[in-house]
């Protein structure tokens, strides 16, 4: 396929940014990398600090590459009120059972309440302040509320719900937001399996929610929106808690 063929290919816009994500994540996982000993560099200790801004740059790039092919209206108040409301609330959720486990020190691991201070991404790595610090701070924001909201929701409400209901046909000819409980479910789930299993719950009502959102307001927008509404105040809550697991 030509560079020409391959920027005019509206279903590979919403697919490929997510699959390219994906895909650099499991650089995280290569036999050897991660190296723990107080004594190795910050780039093997914690490959995310350098992973994560990977990804961030080339789907941000990948975005840009693609951008004509997407559409995110109509984004009135409608879109951004139901973005930001039901991310606020959905994440209030997304928290809870991490907060009900620093309260009660309870384990249900279906619902997610376990211990979510177990190492994960910290900035910390870097001195307290430093330009370093801010730096893997800042990206891990970016990513988070930037790169995730658009790659995830592209293709998750923008291209997989309205290609099953289309049933395989021309997905494009389908309105955002349809309503199909079907689809809703399948969408739904399949979101859940993508994310880690102390996750499940929580992702799957999260998924739900964001489902709401696209039916009530057909706004790809809006669904963007509350995504990166949910993750910017998740990483706040992390960033006062110290919950590094929640990353």
């Given at each position: ?6 920027r ?10 997510l699959f390219v994500?994906?895909?650099?994540m499991?650089?995280t ?6 190296w723990?000993h107080?004594?190795a560099p ?7 600090q350098w992973?994560?801004p990977l990804?961030?740059?080339a789907?941000?790039?990948?975005l ?10 109509p ?7 139901w973005?930001?409301?039901t991310g606020?609330?959905?994440i209030?959720?997304?928290?809870l059972?991490?907060?009900?486990h ?7 691991k279906w619902?997610g309440?376990?211990d979510?201070?177990?190492p ?5 790595i870097?001195p307290?302040?430093s ?6 701070v ?15 929701e592209?293709f ?10 289309s ?8 309105p ?6 079907r ?10 399996t993508?994310h ?10 999260w ?16 669904c ?5 509404t949910?993750n910017f105040?998740?990483?706040l809550?992390?960033m006062m808690?110290r919950q590094w697991?929640?990353?």
């Amino acid at each position: 396929m030509t560079l020409t063929a391959l920027r005019s290919n509206k279903a590979v816009a919403h697919v490929a940014p997510l699959f390219v994500f994906m895909g650099l994540m499991l650089l995280t996982s290569v036999p050897g990398l991660e190296w723990k000993h107080p004594d190795a560099p910050w780039w093997r200790r914690q490959p995310q600090q350098w992973v994560y801004p990977l990804q961030t740059l080339a789907c941000l790039g990948m975005l840009a590459f693609w951008w004509r092919h997407y559409s995110f209206r109509p984004l009135g108040v409608k879109a951004w009120f139901w973005g930001v409301a039901t991310g606020a609330v959905g994440i209030a959720f997304w928290i809870l059972p991490s907060w009900w486990h620093t309260q009660t020190g309870q384990v249900i691991k279906w619902l997610g309440v376990v211990d979510r201070s177990e190492p994960g991404f910290d900035p910390g790595i870097f001195p307290d302040g430093s330009a370093a610090w801010w730096t893997s701070v800042v990206v891990r924001f970016l990513r988070m509320t930037v790169a995730v909201a658009f790659v995830e929701e592209l293709f998750w409400r923008g291209f997989l719900w309205r290609y099953l209901a289309s049933a395989g046909g021309n997905w494009e000819r389908v309105p955002m937001g349809v309503k199909n409980l079907r689809v809703i479910g399948l969408t739904s789930v399949l979101m859940m399996t993508a994310h880690q299993p102390s996750d499940y719950a929580v992702c799957l009502l999260w998924s739900l929610l964001v489902s709401l959102v696209a039916v009530r307001t057909r706004s790809l927008g809006a669904c963007v929106i509350m995504h990166a509404t949910s993750n910017f105040l998740l990483g706040l809550y992390i960033m006062m808690t110290r919950q590094w697991g929640l990353w």
